[in-house]
């Protein structure tokens, strides 16, 4: 099972320096976010309604930059599932060289339980009288 997510470099994903000598390229963060979102839609067709996958681990290579209007393609194909475990080998390209590779890891999960897990953990961040 595989997946593909393509991007173009513009403004709202590329770097941004505080001095104008360092060309814009795609940063870091927007690649390994698009490299997630194919991984996820690899496995989505198997997913029931009650469930999702989040991600829980990443390891990536950022190997080569990609200016500003030049487009990525983003891949992850599955590799190994574990019970709900799914681990992936993720990869980017721009058209002229592999810009990224990579593991990537999700785990699918249970959209209800979740949610509970987080609402508990929300109730137990706000603050309420002081004892002591």
């Known amino acids: 099972m595989s997946a593909e997510e393509r991007l173009v470099v513009g403004p709202s994903n590329r770097i ?6 360092m060309p814009a390229v795609l940063s870091t963060p927007w690649l390994v976010a698009h490299l997630e979102y194919a991984a996820r839609r690899a496995i989505e067709p ?24 030049m487009t990525v393609t983003c891949r992850a194909r599955v590799i190994l599932s574990d019970g709900p ?3 992936f080998q993720v ?7 592999v810009v990224a590779k990579g593991l990537h890891r999700r785990r699918v999960i249970d959209v209800d ?11 137990a961040d706000t603050p309420g009288p002081r004892r002591g």
């Open 113 to 123: 339980r979740f949610a509970r897990r987080v609402a508990r953990k929300q109730a």
């Open 85 to 87: 475990v799914v681990t």
């Open 46 to 69: 198997c997913l029931t309604a009650d469930e999702r996958s989040v991600g829980t681990f990443l390891e990536v290579e950022h190997l080569a930059p990609v200016p500003e209007g």
């Open 16 to 21: 941004v320096f505080a001095d104008d000598r």
């Open 91 to 97: 990869e980017a390209h721009d058209g002229l060289e």
